[in-house]
């Protein structure tokens, strides 16, 4: 008997919860207020960081420029080659130096932005990384050691990785963040063979 007293209340169906609209209703309302709060907060503080944020990207990217290139002047030039953001003429003391490219390429963690410089004969000057999200110890043995991205220096024309003549040995282990910041060094040489 106690048997089918346990089965018949497991059997029975659950009461339904009611609930009050106008509970539901002042709910949804303090929700909404509190988003509308965070984004409008949200807003303010983007507003009042981004000029800050906008000028530290540009030193960076200026410090990069000298880093690869160093001119006195560095005058925008028309450009239209891909993955290339930006073409700057060098300028030293009346006579043109070389170029400097802003280049920005995808690696293994996502997009990597870098500066390439390349003087008059075609030559790779300097290659700067401005910012990327390669993985820790693996990718930024490429993008954070200037000594790897110093072995570009000198070459010029189509950069390979790992064979041929004019070739870039990729670091062990990081064979995708070498062959993009390959990449971007061989856009950057493309967009100067253009102009």
Same mark, same amino acid.
């Given at each position: ?15 339904? #919860?009611? #609930? *009050? ?5 002042? #709910?949804?309302? /303090? ?13 303010? &503080? ?10 530290? !990207?540009?030193?960076? /990217?200026?410090?990069? =420029?000298? !880093? ?15 993955? &290339? ?5 060098? =300028? ?8 400097? %490219?802003? &280049? ?8 990597? +932005?870098?500066?390439?410089?390349? *003087? =008059? /004969? ?14 820790? +110890?693996?990718?930024?043995? @490429?993008?954070?050691?200037?000594? @790897? ?5 000198? #070459? ?9 003549? +004019? ?17 971007? &060094? +061989?856009?950057?040489?493309? %967009?100067?063979?253009? !102009?």
């Amino acid at each position: 008997m106690s048997k089918e007293k346990g089965t018949a209340a497991a059997a029975a169906p659950k009461e339904k #919860l009611a #609930l *009050d609209p106008k509970f539901v209703l002042r #709910l949804a309302a /303090t929700l909404l207020g509190i988003c509308a709060v965070v984004a409008v907060l949200l807003a303010v &503080v983007d507003n009042v960081t981004r000029p800050t944020i906008r000028a530290i !990207q540009e030193e960076k /990217t200026a410090a990069a =420029m000298r !880093q690869v290139l160093d001119a006195l002047t560095y005058e925008p030039v028309e450009n239209q080659a891909e993955n &290339v953001t930006a073409l700057y003429a060098a =300028m030293g003391s009346g006579a043109q130096l070389g170029w400097v %490219a802003e &280049v920005t390429t995808n690696g293994f963690g996502g997009p990597i +932005n870098m500066v390439v410089g390349v *003087d =008059m /004969t075609g030559a790779v000057t300097g290659v700067a990384v401005i910012k990327s999200a390669e993985t820790p +110890n693996v990718g930024t043995k @490429v993008v954070g050691d200037q000594t @790897v991205l110093d072995r570009f220096v000198g #070459l010029g024309g189509e950069i390979t990785v790992n064979g041929g003549d +004019n070739r870039f040995d990729a670091v062990s282990g990081a064979t995708v963040s070498s062959k993009a910041v390959t990449a971007g &060094v +061989n856009a950057a040489l493309a %967009a100067v063979a253009a !102009q």
